[in-house]
């Protein structure tokens, strides 16, 4: 993902250069190495999707850590049965309890599996950007046409996402509260309150 964003980074430059000066030899050259530039971009992104099916195999498969950033709590995890495992040691948990455990990984893996699809797609929405912006520049648009498709891409295929993960956070805390309030060890790692929910549902419309 960084090797295609710094691709888009760099053509953007490039486009912005070419964008200045008129039909000449080099800037067409310039503008040559862009549409070369745009394809190297677009075969990293396929890179960059093999790495993110790993990551969300893990996310299935693998413990997830509960633990805060600081480390002021001893090591959690969180099993893909819904166990509960501190210091590596599992904590004894009755059949409801494991219930809720489970139905807080599921909750927790469909966020996390939200957020791995935001960055992708804002990975290659910057790609797609900087393509519209060098068909514009060839067309004879100018740039500020270029940047107003731009956003109209965002609003159109990263605010449903960012809305979708929002929507999962109510749930998500209703199955926090329940499994801290039935599980005394998990208690001092359920962080998450009512602010989260309201900060994402606020900052989650963002002015594209």
Known sequence: ???SLMHAAAIAS???LTACQPGSGPVAQGMDQAQKGLEKASQGMEGAKQEMSKVQ?????ENMSL???DHALPKAELTPSGALLIDGKPVAMTPEQTVLGKAYRTQLQGVASD???IGMEGAKLGIDAAAAALK???S???GEAASKQAEALAEQRIKPQVDKLCARLPE???TQQAWAAAQPEFKPYAKMDQSDVEDCNKNGHWNF
């Open 140 to 142: 004879g648009q100018g």
């Open 136 to 138: 514009g520049l060839m």
């Open 14 to 16: 490039l486009l912005a």
């Open 172 to 174: 998500l805390l209703k």
């Open 1 to 3: 993902m960084k090797t």
């Open 67 to 69: 633990s805060d950033s």
């Open 57 to 61: 195999e893990k996310l299935a498969t």
């Open 115 to 117: 957020g791995i699809a």
